[in-house]
């Protein structure tokens, strides 16, 4: 799939924006603080309904407007998808080719994304809740069984936990909960074991293609075993949630583990480790998407460059797939232009205002 267009009106400092890149890479230069990033999270927004910055739309709109209007033309390989979305003081719709959607579940996987910002390297050093919100993500865009139990799975914990703060819990209660979340949290634990499992090698494969030298590790690490019984260990735990007044075990515990030379990412590795870490995780994602759905997501890399070598930054665009599109920002060519074909599309954003400069 390829975005055709995107039109941004009064999204963060974009008053009025048309952008319309080509296949292939597409580079989006300026200083810091002119709309680059804008650029790339109105489409993120527009794929998940979520920005990667804030979970509050008023911050979305420009400064003295009560709201924005975003809209994207996306080619998929077998058929065309428009996406509009536009809040207004408080009120937020969403239509997929004229339709509205009631909920985020029809939203995603409408267009598929593939987002690397600079804080994604909290994915390798960061806590447990954010690799998770990354396999929630994911896993949400590709696959309707997950984000069903995923949907089903947060409501039962909640509804546990309300449970678990009563003075005196009902048994009965707890057992019909302590059901609903071993059968979701089953699925959930399956999906997320079989996509890790797909995503591991390309991302030791993408991660020595970047760095040419030590090896990466990613494995999924569940707070409840694959051979064991979810049932069994809410069951296990229920004293001890019911004097915390939380739910303790289960799949919302899930971690992530990063290995970078047989070491430890999180502690041990350098910044510039951590960053390709995050950086191939990404790249595997596109294999898995295509090998998933028939086609690559669109690839989005914010400000990529920072940190990395001229070596890892020539070896790091070799690695991405030429049928894949690639929107990616930066601020300074001066020593990487070279990095870059004739094929490349170009453009300079300033103050919210873009422009091809290859054209």
């Avoid at 509205?100 to 987002?115: D, M, P």
């Amino acid at each position: 799939m390829f975005l055709i267009e995107l039109t941004c009106e009064n999204f963060r400092g974009l008053s009025a924006m048309r952008f319309a890149p080509g296949p292939g890479v597409n580079l989006i230069r300026g200083d810091n603080a002119q709309g680059k990033t804008s650029i790339l999270e109105a489409l993120l927004y527009l794929a998940t309904s979520k920005s990667h910055r804030t979970n509050l739309e008023s911050e979305l709109a420009r400064r003295g407007e009560g709201g924005f209007r975003i809209g994207a033309h996306v080619r998929r390989h077998d058929r065309d998808v428009n996406i509009e979305a536009a809040w207004w003081q408080g009120s937020k719709r969403i239509r997929v080719n004229g339709v509205n959607q009631a909920r985020v579940s029809e939203i995603l996987g409408k267009i598929i994304v593939v987002f690397f910002s600079p804080e994604d390297v909290a994915l390798v050093r960061g806590s447990a809740a954010q690799r998770r919100t990354f396999l929630d993500m994911e896993l949400s865009q590709i696959s309707p069984r997950y984000l069903h139990a995923l949907q089903q799975y947060r409501q039962a914990v909640k509804q546990r936990n309300e449970l678990l703060r009563h003075p005196q819990p009902n048994d009965a209660l707890l057992d019909v909960w302590d059901a609903q979340l071993a059968a979701h949290g089953a699925t959930l634990m399956e999906e997320r074991r079989q996509f890790v499992q797909q995503l591991a090698p390309g991302a030791a494969q993408a991660y020595e293609a970047i760095a040419e030298k030590e090896p990466m590790v990613l494995a999924y690490k569940p707070d409840v075993r694959l051979d064991a019984s979810l049932s069994e260990i809410l069951a296990a735990s229920r004293k001890t949630d019911i004097r915390q007044g939380m739910t303790t075990r289960g799949p919302h515990r899930d971690d992530l583990s990063f290995d970078v030379d047989e070491k430890a990412a999180r502690p041990f590795a350098s910044q510039g480790q951590q960053k390709t870490a995050a950086l191939a995780l990404k790249l595997a994602e596109l294999d898995l998407v295509r090998a998933r759905t028939g086609e690559y997501p669109i690839l989005m890399l914010d400000d990529v460059f920072s940190e990395l070598d001229a070596g890892r930054s020539r070896r790091l665009l070799t690695a991405i797939p030429p049928e894949a599109q690639c929107l990616l920002t930066t601020t300074d060519l001066t020593a990487r232009e070279d990095l870059f074909g004739a094929s490349c599309a170009r453009f300079h954003i300033q103050a919210g205002n873009l422009r091809r400069e290859d054209a």
